[in-house]
């Protein structure tokens, strides 16, 4: 964390020194990156591979508050939800791009210690930072990631691919971030009303981390490689495994089957959930922001995958006309609703 007291203003620099302050020391390490930063544009060389491109926003009070969320962290996490895009399509990321804008209340550390948590992330999964912008803002800090990947074509996953009969697996565990933010903002708000009382975040390390430096799923999409298992359709879990499912139903005209007792939900996870008087199994369909892949492949390889343990099967594509169903531990059956996050509620 920078000190205060030693802090520069970002108007020393200018634009352009900024730049050259934050990036000068960048090394491409992707093949397919011909040139970074430092042109008018990055040239880039994938080749006889399809090229993928998505595009995140992180807003300040929409997507993040800082007062409990580091800015190292949040340059990484703004990389990590970008990257999540990419593989959610079966496809490695290789480049990204990161713009960002602030107020003149950032000195330059701040902005270094965003840099920072990105470049960490891009090391971790050998992904280039090949360009981007600066600007001031006046509604906030603002942070916007462009990643870049690339596939064959025939591995290319769609949301559109799920076919009935299909088996529907999620990577990890769901609901952990949901219920980290929920801690977070209660100890904010305790703090808030007594400054004096320190965060107490003891034993809480997992939930807390998932929510502030989650993890893209590259490894799930080298896995599948690996096992010569190519997903029929894929998403990333970022606003819930509802809404989740409920996509990859409709663009493939499809109904679906989940299990509740199949969902995976971490101990912890589900300890504080009841801590806070919430159904855990609500977080894991609700809550959003875990980040983990969800994704449907053809019977025929469940021999390939059932002893895994980095991704769990939670039910079955069906009929469009059986409708999305969840089957309770009970027994019960509940159609599907999406209650996750929506960036424009008020």
Known sequence: MFDNKDRTDIQELGEFGLIKHLTEHIELKQASSIKGIGDDAAVLDFSNTKTLISTDL????????????????????????????????????????????????????????????????????????????????????VLSV?????????????????????????????????????????????????????????????????????ESRKDIVELLAFLEVQPHAMIDVSDGLASEIIHICKASAVGCKLYEEKI???????????????????CALN?????????????????????????????????ANEGLQLISKSGNVHEIKSQGWNAFQA
Not at 66 to 95: E, F, T
Not at 305 to 317: E, S
């Open 287 to 319: 809550g959003g922001e875990d980040y983990e892949l969800l994704f449907t492949i053809d019977q025929k390889d469940y021999d390939k995958v059932k002893n895994q343990l980095d991704f769990t099967i939670i039910g079955h594509i069906t009929e």
């Open 146 to 214: 462009t990643s870049i990947g690339h596939a064959e074509e025939h591995k290319i996953a769609y949301r559109s691919g799920a076919k009935v009969g299909d088996l529907i697996c999620v990577s990890g565990d769901l609901g952990a971030a949901y219920v980290g933010l929920q801690l977070l903002e209660r100890e904010k708000k305790i703090y808030l009303e007594n400054p004096n009382i320190q965060p107490d975040l003891e034993g809480k390390d997992y939930i807390v981390e998932r929510q502030l430096k989650p």
């Open 58 to 141: 992180l807003l300040e009070n929409v997507h993040f508050d800082l007062r409990y969320v580091p800015l190292k962290h949040l340059g990484y996490k703004a990389v990590q939800v970008n990257l999540s895009d990419i593989y959610a399509m079966n496809a490695m990321a290789s480049q990204i791009t990161l713009s960002i804008g602030m107020s003149s209340k950032f000195p330059l550390e701040a902005v270094e210690e965003i840099y920072e948590g990105a470049l960490i992330a891009c090391e971790k999964y050998q992904v280039d930072l090949v360009g981007g912008d600066t600007s001031s803002s006046t509604q906030g800090l």
């Open 264 to 282: 995976p939900i971490d101990p912890m996870t589900y300890e504080t959930a009841r801590e806070f008087g919430l159904d855990p199994t609500v």
